[in-house]
């Protein structure tokens, strides 16, 4: 006697569950599965180190301490090095970057790609209510130092600014990527890192933030991007969908 199908694992249809996660061409496919493990693999550290700061942990604050020591202690007594990293803290100000990716909205909407606009939107407000969100909940106070060359209110893990570059370079990377060439797209890339890099350190060495508060603050910004791109993916057609339709 044949052992009947048991339908509960393959719908009317078409595949079962698991292939259709795995399908690139499924809307809720490929894309999307790759793109919902990625925001959680990056989530869970975020997790990790918050709840670290918020148990005040020996190591990481003994670690913290002694980076900001070291590399603050080169800014002492260096007015040049020091308004040079504070204009460039007032360039990648979170209100810069959220005005540039403003721009980068109302270019998207000309461009008819209404979708993406709305995307980088998205992007850009999670995050931005999420940074403030975890300042409050983990009220972390910052570097207290002997002799300051800047300060900063509020509250200091994730650090905004951070975690708004990590933002708005995730945005424009994902945006514009697709319609460089490849030299172009080198130099964006190098754009994004550079950008990043240098806001952290210059926060670090300002001495306004922990070395783990903008750490904090990247990876919230990589897991913020990863998260609305795996929502949006939902939208994707199971045919190929141009972002920028002609005309």
């Known amino acids: 006697m044949r052992t009947p199908v048991e339908p509960a694992l393959t719908p009317p249809g078409g595949q ?5 996660r795995a399908d690139p061409n499924h809307r809720l496919g490929l894309r999307l599965t790759v793109a919902a493990v990625a925001a959680f693999l990056v989530l869970v550290p975020f997790g990790l180190l918050a709840v ?3 148990g005040d942990w020996g190591p990481l604050h003994r670690m913290d301490q002694s980076v900001t020591n070291a590399v603050h202690s080169g800014m002492v007594g260096e007015p040049g090095p020091v308004l040079a990293m504070k204009i460039w803290c007032y360039v990648f100000d979170p209100n810069t970057l959220r005005l540039a990716a403003l721009v980068l909205v109302i270019w998207l909407i000309r461009r008819r790609a209404r979708r993406m606009a709305l995307w980088v939107t998205t ?19 910052r570097p207290a ?16 600014h951070a975690l708004n570059v990590a933002l708005a370079a995730g945005v424009f990377l994902l945006v514009l990527l697709p319609l460089l060439r490849r030299r172009q797209r080198a130099l964006l890339w190098v754009a994004a890192v550079v950008a990043v890099v240098v806001t952290g350190f210059c926060r670090i060495a300002l001495g306004v933030h922990w070395t783990s508060d903008v750490v904090g603050g990247w990876v919230l910004g990589l897991a913020v991007v990863a998260a609305t ?10 045919a190929r969908v ?3 339709p002609p005309g």
């Open 52 to 54: 670290l700061i918020a």
């Open 145 to 160: 130092l002997l002799d300051p060359v800047a300060r900063a209110a509020g509250y200091s893990f994730p650090s905004g």
């Open 242 to 244: 141009e972002m920028f």
């Open 123 to 141: 992007t850009m407000v999670a995050g931005g209510l999420l940074g403030p969100l975890f300042k409050l909940l983990i009220g972390r106070h």
């Open 229 to 238: 791109a795996a929502t949006f993916a939902t939208w994707r057609h199971p």
């Open 16 to 20: 079962p569950w698991r292939a259709r």
